[in-house]
């Protein structure tokens, strides 16, 4: 079974930075491509970045490029966000998902983790 | 950057309803579509993806349809466990999600 597990946010001031941490299980994890969306709370859903599984290739939103990176580590398969200079509109749930398994649609959000909270405020 | 509009924002509808909902790319995207859907305090399910193709495990009344700029998402009888918001996803360039369309009981 396929088990993502968020871990790593809290409440942050502006201009602080955090990293996000996703431990994965149940499946091969170097490959899949992983992805991380955000929901900020009562919103709607907006995509925050992606990775290839062999982490030759990463994607960002315009809305955090520059600021956040994404990477991955296989060894251990977990996927990390490293978040900085946060903004209050970064506050939000924070999920991670891994990637379909068909070639042509392997950015496409196939299983979730629970999400886990950034709260960006003074 | 390609925008995703769906409509309607909100839909009522009843038990056994054909629904249908519209999303809308800025530009073509071709087929690169998913779906999804959220119910309230849980996290996004896949539903659809490559447009029309049911994802593992989705009930056959979800259905979705379209190319280039314009698709569709149709449940063919509404139950009561469709009540929830959908939201489509373009996946050629980067990936964006629409606005979602909340589906609530009429």
């Known amino acids: 079974e396929v088990q993502l597990g968020e871990s790593g946010g809290g409440l942050v001031q502006p201009g602080g930075s955090l990293r996000l941490s996703c431990a994965a299980s149940g499946f091969t994890f170097s490959s899949y491509a992983m992805i991380w969306v955000r929901q900020a709370p009562g919103n709607g859903l907006e995509w925050v970045s992606a990775?290839?599984?062999?982490?030759?290739?990463?994607y960002y939103a315009d809305s955090v490029k520059g600021r956040f990176t994404i990477s991955r580590d296989n060894s251990k398969n977990t996927l990390y966000l490293q978040m900085n200079s946060l903004r209050a509109e970064d506050t939000a749930v924070y999920f991670c998902?891994?990637?379909?398994?068909?070639?042509?649609?392997?950015?496409?959000?196939?299983?979730w983790g629970q999400g886990t909270l950034v709260t960006v405020s003074s | 950057d390609i925008q995703m509009t769906q409509s309607p924002s909100t839909l009522s509808a009843s038990i056994g309803d054909r629904v249908t909902i519209t999303c809308r790319a800025s530009q073509s995207i071709r087929r690169w579509l998913a779906w999804y859907q959220q119910k309230a305090g849980k996290v996004p399910k896949l539903l659809i993806y490559?447009?029309?193709s049911l994802e593992s495990g989705v009930p056959s009344r979800f259905s979705g349809s379209g190319s280039g700029t314009e698709f569709t998402l149709t449940i063919s009888s509404l139950q009561p466990d469709d009540f929830a918001t959908y939201y489509c996803?373009?996946?050629?360039?980067?990936?964006?999600f629409g606005g979602g369309t909340k589906v609530e009981i009429k």
């Open positions: 490559k447009a029309s």
């Open positions: 998902a891994k990637g379909l398994e068909q070639a042509d649609s392997n950015y496409v959000q196939k299983n």
């Open positions: 990775i290839s599984g062999d982490a030759s290739s990463t």
């Open positions: 996803q373009q996946y050629i360039s980067g990936l964006t």
